[in-house]
């Protein structure tokens, strides 16, 4: 005790040096890390999560489609034509409908990526040598989606029929093509990217901001300490939610007014349905991801966790959602992921008045999804919002 | 009879297995400044966050303002002011913002005209636009006192509301909570300043979570047995030591450039000082009468001896 002091006596004090100072810091910096478990953890599940989102769930080039299919023809050659698609593997035959106007409704709604129509009496009119035209409707408001899979049609009639018009009709097989194939790209014919991305941009950064605003609202009361002086106050969780979301659903609502704007005057995205619909959609999923932003807030012990709760609930968002890459090139238990996140169904909602101008009926289930989305994220805020310091 | 505005009994809680309030009791009649004393970490802040409904104890019940704490915390929020601690209004709010977002809370009918009363009433009315988090300590806590009075309530819990708040600054809070017992309002008050404690009706004093004496200060002092001498001249310190081991005293404590000896048992207490007199001509030797700090030290190192 003495020799110590004596030791350090101020006349004697040598300079650390550079080394110890630093390793002072290193030393404080490791504790302090392996104290701050969250941190920890997003060290390790971060690269985790995005080498498994990006490995394996990332593809640009999406199989198995599902495709709509009017048949008005039902001979050998028809079959085989259907069979050919389906060999490309890009084309899934869910649905066989028997009015063109369920096949329109089903682009429409999203619920197909390809409708395929065979004429009448399309088998006679080819072996008559009639070149008739057999109708494949391509949803292309995501040009990527349904890119390989339309230059995959160019082939077809080539390679697969060869076989099937061989024989009596050689001779119709070895001139021009025996049928063509009239092609409908649908919502954005020109395949331009931007009328893609863009109003998916408005379910991006609403997702972020209106996510950050709120995921700070209870810590920063609890870190700043004037959370006990408001529990101690006659205001009830309910109220304290509701207060802290409705200031920011406005600002959310000034965004959407922005993004609009630049998206139609910038980049000429249309709006081919009803603004105030998109409006009106666009304020709820504001208010849902609020409400996510603020269930994080009464699940994070402080601020930090909180910015990284919102960090881990994006990085899904955006990958999964269809945002950035085609939904239907993901593998089944993406898409599952897929559809409990709220900006998959805000951008079949965004896009589909934007582009197709769909209305309110075709998008029933995504918004049902939002709701049931934002109640249940509310409900589990008021749960676990901690009425006491306890 | 006097009316009581708290009455609890056997309040109980513990943090991770760890008791920090014990099987408390107490009863605060109505009108009264009622201090609340103990060193830090007694579990003073603890106590009154169970009595406002921010704690829920473990065991034990009791009513505040004849509501019952564990059952009717929404009514006794409407009634009670709590001052925390530690600052707890928005910094980034002005002073009328704050005020005004209490007046609001409370469901007051006129919230600018009440926030303009508080702020006259505190002398800040050419600062009313200043942020809370600019004011200095002094003007935060009188600043808190404000909110904390604003929505009239008829029971205030101030937990330790001058500490580290400058001598004047903390006699005209004392004149304000006094003003303020005159109108009717009851106040418990906790603090570890000693000569605050003199400032109250009544007291009561907390260590390690146990409460171990409660009265009047006289009541108080009364109460401990305690006997004293007070010693002074030169080398207190290695007197103090000397004295420290000795059979008869209980304690040995400096105050400035005094040493108080005291013991429970006045006729030991009385020897032993007689024996440390004749071996020692250096200092004056004087019987006096134990003070509230002299008690509460005792008091906390017999705590001490039991529970820690
Ligand atoms: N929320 C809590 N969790 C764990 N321990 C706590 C908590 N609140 C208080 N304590 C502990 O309880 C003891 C009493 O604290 P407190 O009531 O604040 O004492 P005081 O206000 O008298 O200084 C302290 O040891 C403190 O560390
Ligand atoms: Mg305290």
Redesign the interface.
């Known amino acids: 005790m003495m020799a110590a002091s004596c030791q350090y006596s101020a006349g004697e004090r040598r300079d650390p040096g550079f080394f110890r100072r630093m390793w002072a810091m290193v030393v404080k910096e490791f504790v302090q890390m392996r104290r701050d478990r969250m941190t920890f953890a997003t060290m390790i599940i971060v690269p985790i999560m995005q080498l498994v989102l990006f490995g394996y769930a990332i593809n640009t080039d999406p199989k198995q489609l599902p495709t709509a299919v009017l048949t008005r023809d039902d001979g050998p050659l028809t079959r085989a034509v259907l069979a050919a698609m389906k060999n490309t593997d890009y084309f899934d035959f869910r649905v066989q409908v028997r009015d063109p106007e369920e096949l329109d409704r089903l682009v429409r709604s999203g619920e197909v990526q390809f409708a395929v129509e065979i004429p009448a009496s399309f088998e006679r009119d080819v072996r008559r040598g009639d070149r008739p035209s057999l109708l494949v409707i391509a949803d292309a408001t995501d040009p990527v989606a349904t890119g390989t899979a339309v230059s995959a049609l160019q082939g077809l009639i080539d390679t697969a029929l060869r076989r099937e018009l061989r024989g009596p009709d050689d001779t119709i097989a070895k001139t021009e093509a025996p049928f063509a194939i009239t092609l409908q790209n649908r919502y954005n014919p020109e395949g331009i990217t931007q009328y893609n991305i863009v109003p998916g941009l408005l379910g991006v950064v609403l997702t972020m901001t209106m996510m950050m605003f709120t995921a700070l609202a209870v810590t920063r009361e609890i870190e ?12 009830k969780p309910v109220e304290i939610m509701i207060g802290k979301i409705a200031p920011f659903v406005l600002v959310g609502f000034v965004q959407m007014t922005i993004i609009l704007g630049a998206a139609h005057i910038l980049f000429d995205v249309p709006i081919m349905g009803s603004v105030w619909l998109l409006v009106v959609l666009a304020t709820l999923f504001a208010a849902a991801n609020l409400a996510v932003g603020y269930t994080f807030s009464t699940l994070a012990e402080n601020q930090l966790q909180a910015v990284q709760m919102t960090f881990f609930f994006f990085l899904p968002n955006i990958l999964l959602s269809g945002f950035m890459f085609p939904f239907r090139g993901m593998p089944e238990w993406a898409q599952v992921i897929g559809e409990l996140l709220p900006l998959t169904h805000f951008l079949r909602i965004v896009r589909g008045i934007t582009l197709k101008g769909i209305g309110f009926a075709d998008m029933q289930v995504d918004v049902l999804a939002l709701v049931l989305f934002m109640l249940l994220a509310m409900g589990l805020a008021l749960v676990r919002f901690r009425r ?3 | 009879m006097k009316e009581i505005a708290i009455d609890v009994n056997g309040l109980t809680k513990s943090f991770d297995g760890r008791t920090v309030v014990r099987d408390l009791s107490l009863e605060v009649p109505k009108g009264e400044i009622y201090g609340f004393l103990g060193p830090n970490g007694s579990g003073k802040t603890t106590t009154l ?1 169970m009595l ?5 104890p473990d065991s034990g019940e009791g009513t505040c303002l004849g509501y019952d704490i564990r059952i009717e915390a ?1 009514a006794i ?2 009634n ?1 002011g ?1 001052m ?1 601690q ?6 980034d709010l002005s002073i009328r913002e704050n005020l005004e977002f ?1 007046a609001r ?3 007051m009918p006129d919230p600018k005209g009440a926030a303009s009363r508080a702020i006259a009433r505190l002398g800040l009315t050419g600062r009313q636009d200043q942020l809370a988090g600019e004011l200095s300590g002094g003007w935060k806590q009188r600043l808190a006192l404000g ?1 904390c009075i604003l929505p009239e309530p008829r029971l205030l819990l101030l937990d330790e509301p001058t500490a580290g708040v400058d001598p004047k600054a903390r006699r005209e809070f004392w004149d304000e909570i006094h003003g303020l017992a005159a109108e009717g309002i009851t106040v418990l008050v906790s603090t570890h300043y000693m000569d605050e404690a003199e400032r109250c009706h009544e007291l009561a004093y907390i260590a390690f979570g146990e409460l171990l004496a409660q009265g009047t200060a006289k009541e108080v002092v009364a109460q401990s047995g305690l006997s004293t001498w007070i010693v002074s001249g030169g080398d207190l310190h290695r007197l103090g030591a000397a004295l420290q081991v000795r059979d008869g005293i209980d304690m040995v404590a400096p105050f400035g450039a005094e040493l108080h000896v005291s013991g429970r048992d006045e006729a030991a207490l009385d020897a032993a000082i007689k024996a440390a007199k004749n071996a020692d001509g250096a200092h004056r030797w004087t019987r006096g009468a134990p003070s509230l700090e002299d008690v509460f030290i005792l008091l906390m190192d017999e705590a001490k001896d039991n529970f820690a």
């Open positions: 700043r300490g004037t959370m006990e002086s408001l529990l101690a106050m006659p205001i006491t310091l306890d | 966050r406002c409904g921010l704690l829920t929404d929020k409407r009670v709590y925390t530690r600052f707890s209004l928005y910094a209490v809370v409370y469901g909110a």
